[in-house]
């Protein structure tokens, strides 16, 4: 069983920047494919950005290419988001989840992951 708990969201201004977290419970965290979704009220779910169990592999999502940036810490048993240039319409809730048996890929896929945390609210203003 994997336990992730997000934080980091709140409310900012249109350009402005936040950085989410994700601490994941286990001893085996380095072993985790670790992705970033998100989901807006009245919309799917959507691949934001993943980050290979290593770290050397990332993949993101057209809409935040550029202005998100992944990153992981295995010895903290957290993955980060950068997110600069906030706009209105990254407005959603933001959900990390762990994929558990890619090992060098990031697949942008909702089902391709196990275990999910409970989100965490982001609000851009314009």
């Known amino acids: 069983q994997v336990q992730l708990v997000e934080s980091g969201g709140g409310l900012v201004q249109a350009g402005g920047s936040l950085t989410l977290s994700c601490a994941a419970s286990?001893?085996?965290?380095?072993?985790?494919?670790m992705g970033w979704f998100r989901q807006a009220p009245g919309k799917e779910r959507e691949f934001v950005a993943g980050?290979?169990?290593?770290?050397?592999?990332?993949n993101y999502g057209d809409s935040v290419k550029g202005r998100f940036t992944i990153s992981r810490d295995n010895t903290k048993n957290t993955v980060y988001l950068q997110m600069n240039s906030l706009k209105p319409e990254d407005t959603a809730v933001y959900y990390c989840?762990?994929?558990?048996?890619?090992?060098?890929?990031?697949?942008?896929?909702?089902?391709?992951?196990?275990?999910w945390g409970q989100g965490t609210q982001v609000t851009v203003s314009s």
């Open positions: 980050i290979s169990r290593s770290g050397r592999s990332t």
């Open positions: 989840a762990a994929d558990l048996d890619t090992v060098t890929m990031v697949v942008p896929t909702i089902t391709e992951y196990d275990y």
């Open positions: 286990g001893r085996t965290f380095s072993r985790y494919t």
